[in-house]
């Protein structure tokens, strides 16, 4: 089969490799029907983070399933799947809580688990190792024009649902997000659907201001830094927000995101931590800021945010600004990363 | 009046200084009926902060109205008082989302506020700015044996009860304190009443750990550091506890906090941060431990926890193990320093 792999800084290449085969009782082989690129696999595309090999990439996915271990009870043959990014076993104590990205038996897209490789999700097919604790299934085959909402939940979506979980939106909240990329913009929709009554989204590219827009976000403010958090606590009376997302990971993010919101407020952060970023204790311990989020459980979510996809409540597939062949993913990792595109989907 | 100065390290007088009179309509004068030392007055007291020049100080104390001012309304000259340890004006955003240590008009004892010198809680009598806001009036004058456990009110058991809210300590919670401290102490009263199943204190000193267990700690744990962690997350099954208080403000309490949280559970923190105690972000990212906590807004809980003490329920007083004279001041500082003492009372 054909799948993506990095081999260095802007080093993309899509290779031939071995089909993927249930190795293990609880696989299940899936045919990849769309699959993305994700902001966090820029890191390596840029150089931030080493590449010692080339390696397989790629962590979101969805497809149909057209093969399962003789174990897999759930997942069945046919079934259209989401493929959260991480991987877990549904079962453990730490599953059960709801923290499906420390499962006791976990592993990620691209990486190993229980000693084998595991497949990148930019390819296509994979062997989904624990298949039935890892997969969703949808009660039917979707249509076409759903797959890229479908997509977001393997992780954008579900993501930005975290940072609102996590920053205590409710009904009638003040928020502000901090970032516009895929995330941030599909925290504007989840703040929006659990009720915020304003969304102040921090942006300065006109296309996903208009976007956010589009999705929830009541203002839009475009200074940065100093500038931008005196900005948005002015628009917010000068008492800060209840509740503040934080989408992108370095420390000038956390501090606009710590400096917009309210004393007693909260900062659901999901943004993979970038840099000197250590938070600085004394300033949230003044003023009682809370800093709640991590890596999103998104298979958690999944249940969830289906019926809202399905049923055409929230729409985040508008993210995927590029759709474009497997083979030419080189294109969608350089526009993602030359902020020509948003997000980009492929289709193997 | 008499009341309490600290002059340098180690170098704590009472002194004869003016008696407080009414300033603003809005002041009330409190006779101080019983004050303590507080862990964080050691902190000048060992020279970690610095004194500059000889100033008041003491925060924790409850009395009776004397006088009030032409505009205060609630408070009434006679009422027996608890004065939390912030200044509070009761009515702005910040108090009314029940943060009023980040009131709008809020000061501290000992400090100053509206360009006036306020009082410090270890004298004869305070001025209390924004009495009506400030101040929490019982019912009726309390019995002596009252006195411990009222004065618990003003710090110590609220901020207890801070972390537990912020550790989101709920019946069947796994909890771990870490400091064993009044405020360690007083958290165990606050995780046990908000119905934690299993409480472990980590705690070095005999007398403190008896006492937790009395308060309610099931399990004690001497060790610390990595020793500490270790025993206490094989006492927890290998999965961490589900709200650890931390109590202490150190980087290696809030690293132990931090490494006995499980996965997506809560650090409530209410230690005063000193020295390098910046949060390792990469930690709680990849884990979801939530960092929520802060300085304690006292006030808000005060009509919550006065009741259980009123009647009983809680009987926060015991962390006090040695009361004196306000005159014998000094010796309470010694003793807390040398740590001969938990807490100590002083009675002008």
Redesign the interface.
Do not use: D, K, Q
């Given at each position: 089969m054909r799948a993506t792999l990095i081999h260095g800084p802007r080093d993309i290449r899509v290779e031939t490799v071995p089909d993927p085969t249930i190795v293990n009782s609880t696989d299940a082989i899936v045919r990849v029907v769309a699959t993305c690129v994700c902001g966090s696999d820029l890191w390596p595309y840029r150089g931030f983070t080493e590449t010692t090999v080339p390696r397989r990439i790629g962590h979101e996915l969805v497809g149909v399933v057209e093969e399962i271990g003789s174990d897999v009870a759930t997942i069945k043959v046919g079934d259209f799947v989401i493929a959260p990014f991480a991987i877990s076993d549904g079962s453990c104590?730490?599953c059960r809580?709801?923290?499906h990205?420390?499962c006791e038996q976990g592993a990620f897209w691209g990486t190993s688990h229980g000693g084998l490789p595991v497949d990148g999700g930019q390819g296509q097919w994979v062997r989904s190792p624990l298949a039935d604790g890892t997969l969703v299934a949808l009660p039917e085959m979707p249509d076409e024009s759903m797959i890229a909402s479908l997509l977001t939940l393997s992780d954008v979506m579900g993501t930005g649902h975290h940072a609102a979980l996590?920053a205590g939106v409710e009904p009638g909240s003040t928020v502000v997000v901090v970032g516009d990329g895929a995330v941030g913009l599909s925290a504007v929709i989840a703040a929006k659907r659990l009720g915020a009554e304003q969304i102040i989204l921090m942006s300065r590219h006109a296309d996903r201001q208009e976007l956010g827009r589009r999705f929830g976000a009541t203002d839009v403010v475009a200074e940065r830094g100093r500038e931008g958090v005196k900005i948005v606590n002015e628009m917010l009376?000068g008492?800060g927000a209840d509740s503040v997302l934080e989408c992108v990971g370095t420390k000038e993010a956390?501090d606009q995101a710590i400096d917009t919101t309210?004393?007693?407020g909260?900062v659901g952060?999901v943004g993979?931590?970038y840099g000197d970023?250590?938070?600085?204790?004394?300033r949230?311990?003044?003023?009682?800021?809370?800093?709640?989020?991590?890596?999103a459980?998104v298979r958690q979510y999944i249940e969830e945010l289906l019926p809202d996809v399905l049923d055409k409540t929230i729409d985040p597939g508008q993210v995927f600004d590029l759709e474009l062949p497997l083979e030419e993913i080189p294109e969608a990792y350089a526009a993602m990363d030359e902020r020509r595109s948003i997000k980009a989907m492929l289709r193997p």
């Open positions: 104590v730490h809580h709801g923290v990205t420390s996590g009376g008492v956390m309210r004393p007693g909260r952060y993979a931590p970023s250590e938070l600085p204790i004394r949230i311990f003044m003023r009682n800021v809370a800093i709640v989020g991590g890596v459980p």
